[in-house]
């Protein structure tokens, strides 16, 4: 098989983006993040923070699964957190704003097992700072929430939480397969004439030859949809293992 091959989000490069290229959709921003091709530069500094850590919902959504490597196994669940994401992904009505809460939830349960056994019923902002505070009062080591809401931070570090502040993004290497995952969930999750749903396709000579849609039935899986039959199957899988 030869040609010029792409990865294609609507009419924008995947290939581009993942080399700094700049982007006004908001789920492959997260994305982006999530597939570690944007970082924070706060996060060094939860790498280099002791004691544990507790991350409020935005974290779920924006870090995704690389919020495990960075607390190295010292990240505590959140019940009003995990009450956030169940509350959001409960309700009935799709759009991009249900979309990121999908992402969060399928982050929360993938580092934590199963969800924390607690008093706490609530979600929100101060039920959260509540319970960091609580979980401090019964361990001896420091506690610090990690944030991605400027709203939150001020709050919590005037209650006295620690608190790092994931604020400033820069573009670096990251995870193909990830960005692809993360950016085939937009159109399983958008309404049927959501004008602004786009699909997630591989072109080679800018002709479109595999679509990528997330898998419904095996959360954090992909499946594929060849397009063209001019095209051999067993030449595509090839094609696309060179790409991720």
Not at 96 to 114: A, D, N, P, Q, T
Not at 125 to 150: G, S
Not at 181 to 209: F, G, H, P, Q, W
Request: glycine fraction near 6%; charged fraction near 30%; hydrophobic fraction near 35%.
């Amino acid at each position: 098989m030869h040609g010029n091959a792409d990865v294609k989000f609507g009419n924008e490069s995947v290939f581009d983006l993942a080399r700094g290229s700049s982007t006004n959709d908001e789920l492959l921003n997260i994305c982006m993040i999530r597939s570690g091709f944007k970082k924070f530069e706060e996060e060094k500094e939860i790498q280099n923070t002791d004691g544990f850590f507790i991350a409020d919902t935005s974290v779920y959504i924006k870090l995704g699964n690389r919020l495990g490597y960075l607390t190295k196994d010292r990240l505590l669940a959140s019940k009003s957190v995990y009450n956030e994401l169940s509350e959001r992904t409960k309700l009935t009505q799709m759009g991009k704003e249900i979309i990121v809460f999908y992402l969060g939830m399928y982050s929360y349960r993938h580092l934590h097992k199963s969800p924390p056994v607690s008093e706490y019923n609530k979600s929100g902002d101060i039920p959260l700072i509540e319970e960091t505070r609580k979980i401090k009062e019964n361990i001896p080591e420091k506690v610090t929430l990690i944030t991605a809401d400027r709203q939150l931070k001020q709050r919590a570090r005037t209650l006295g939480v620690n608190v790092i502040f994931l604020n400033t993004l820069k573009s670096d290497s990251g995870n193909m397969s990830e960005l692809l995952l993360c950016a085939s969930n937009r159109r399983e999750y958008m309404e049927k004439y959501d004008y602004a749903r786009r699909d997630l396709t591989i072109t080679i000579n800018d002709k479109e030859v595999i679509k990528i849609e997330s898998d419904p039935t095996k959360e954090g899986f992909s499946r594929i949809k060849t397009l063209n039959k001019e095209f051999n199957y067993a030449k595509l899988i090839e094609k696309l293992y060179e790409m991720i």
